[in-house]
C-alpha cells in the first residue's frame, strides 16, 4: 500500500484555488459519456460533481494567508497484488478510502478528539496510471531513446539534403534499438506517457487544510506528531502522528479484506530498511521458506536485483549492503509494492 500526502501547489500550473487541480482530475472523465464519468465522493455521498468540490474547499480557507496552502492532497495507490485481492472492485476501494479518512482524522493530536466528521474532504477514484519520465523502467529504456532520436535526426539531415548516408539501415538500426530496449510492454518500448498494463485503480484525496467548521488548521505536515504550543497565553496541542497514520491505514486494508502481508509489503519493514539495513536482511533471511520466497518474488519483479543473502549480515560487505539497500528501497517504493 502506497500512500502519500503533499500540500496545495502554489504557482505554476495551480493557483490559490483548488479549480486548476480539480480540472487535472477530471482527465479520465474528458472522453466518457456522463453516466459512465466518475464523481468525486466524501464519507457519506458518493455523486458529488466537481463544481460543488471547487465550491466547498475554496469556500473553507477561513485566515488562511495568500501564500498557506488551502488543501492537501492523498493519494492511495494499493499495490497489484492488493487490488487483485479485492479484485479490483471500486465499491470496495470507496470504502476502504473512507476508512483511511477515519485514520487520518484519528492522527492529529489536539485537544479535542478528531474525528472523520471534522473533515472536509472529496476522493476520486481514478483507474489508469501512465509512466513518467522518473520511473525506472523509462531511465532505464533512456539510452536506447537516446540513440533512436539520434538517428532519426540523421535520417531528417539526409532527407532535407544536410547530410550523406543510408535511410534504410538507419531506418533498421531504429527498429533493433526498439526491440533491444530492456523494458517492453505488449511488444513496444515502454515510454512516458503510455499506459501502465495490469490493475492501475487508485484514489486521489483533496481534503480542505480548516476544519469543517473552517475554525481549526488541520495540517498533516506539520514536522510534530505530538507537541504544545501557546496561543493567546493558552497552551494547546499540536501534531500529526504520521506513522501512527500509515500503519492504521494499513492494517485497516488487512483486516477489512483478510489480506496476508508480506515481509517487504509493511511499513514497519520500510523503516527498518532505511534505519537498520543489517536487521531488514537479516529477518529477510530468517523468514520460513515459502515466504522468504514470496519476499524475493515481489521484490524481483518490482526491480530489485537480490543476490543469495547470507544468513551472518557480518559476511555482508558494507557497500554491498548500501548496494543492496537502495535496490530493495526503490522497489518497495515502487506501484509494486509500495508502503
Do not use: C
Amino acid at each position: 500500500m502506497y500512500i502519500a500526502i503533499s500540500k496545495q501547489h502554489m504557482g505554476g500550473n495551480f493557483s490559490g484555488s483548488v479549480r486548476d487541480f480539480v480540472n487535472y482530475l477530471e482527465k479520465e472523465n474528458e472522453d466518457r459519456a456522463p453516466e459512465q464519468q466518475e464523481k468525486y465522493f466524501d464519507q457519506y455521498e458518493s455523486s458529488i460533481d466537481p463544481e460543488t468540490v471547487i465550491a466547498e474547499i475554496d469556500g473553507n480557507t477561513s485566515k488562511l494567508g495568500k501564500k498557506d496552502p488551502k488543501f492537501y492532497s492523498l493519494v492511495v495507490s494499493p499495490s497489484q497484488g492488493e487490488l487483485k485481492h479485492i479484485g479490483n472492485d471500486p465499491e470496495k476501494l470507496r470504502q476502504y478510502t473512507r476508512e483511511v479518512m477515519k485514520a487520518y482524522a484519528n492522527a492529529f493530536h489536539r485537544d479535542w478528539k478528531v474525528t472523520v466528521d471534522d473533515l472536509k474532504y472529496y476522493a476520486k477514484l481514478e483507474r489508469e496510471r501512465t509512466y513518467s519520465e522518473t520511473d525506472r523502467k523509462v531511465k532505464e529504456n533512456q539510452p536506447f531513446a537516446s540513440k533512436i532520436l539520434e538517428h532519426k535526426n540523421e535520417i531528417r539531415r539526409i532527407e532535407r539534403g544536410e547530410a550523406t548516408g543510408n535511410i534504410q539501415r538507419l531506418q533498421q538500426r531504429i527498429r533493433d534499438l526498439e526491440r533491444e530496449a530492456p523494458h517492453q510492454q505488449n511488444g513496444r518500448r515502454i515510454v512516458p506517457d503510455m499506459a501502465k498494463e495490469g490493475h492501475q485503480s487508485h484514489i486521489h484525496i483533496i481534503v480542505s487544510r480548516k476544519d469543517r467548521s473552517n475554525s481549526h488548521s488541520l495540517s498533516p505536515l506539520t514536522p510534530f506528531r505530538a507537541n504544545e504550543t501557546i496561543l493567546n497565553g493558552k497552551a494547546q496541542k499540536q501534531g500529526f502522528h504520521r506513522e501512527k497514520f500509515y500503519k492504521a491505514a494499513e492494517a485497516t486494508f488487512d483486516k477489512k479484506f483478510g489480506y496476508r502481508r508480506n515481509f517487504v509489503e509493511r511499513y514497519t519493514s520500510r523503516n527498518l530498511l532505511d534505519k537498520d539495513p543489517k536487521k531488514f536482511f537479516a529477518m529477510l533471511a530468517g523468514l520460513p521458506a515459502n515466504e522468504r520466497q514470496a519476499a524475493f518474488q515481489l521484490l524481483n519483479k518490482a526491480g530489485a536485483k537480490i543476490p543469495t543473502i547470507p544468513v551472518n549480515q557480518a559476511q555482508v560487505a558494507y557497500k554491498a549492503l548500501m548496494k543492496l539497500k537502495r535496490g530493495i528501497g526503490k522497489a518497495m517504493d515502487s506501484g509494486s509494492i509500495g508502503i
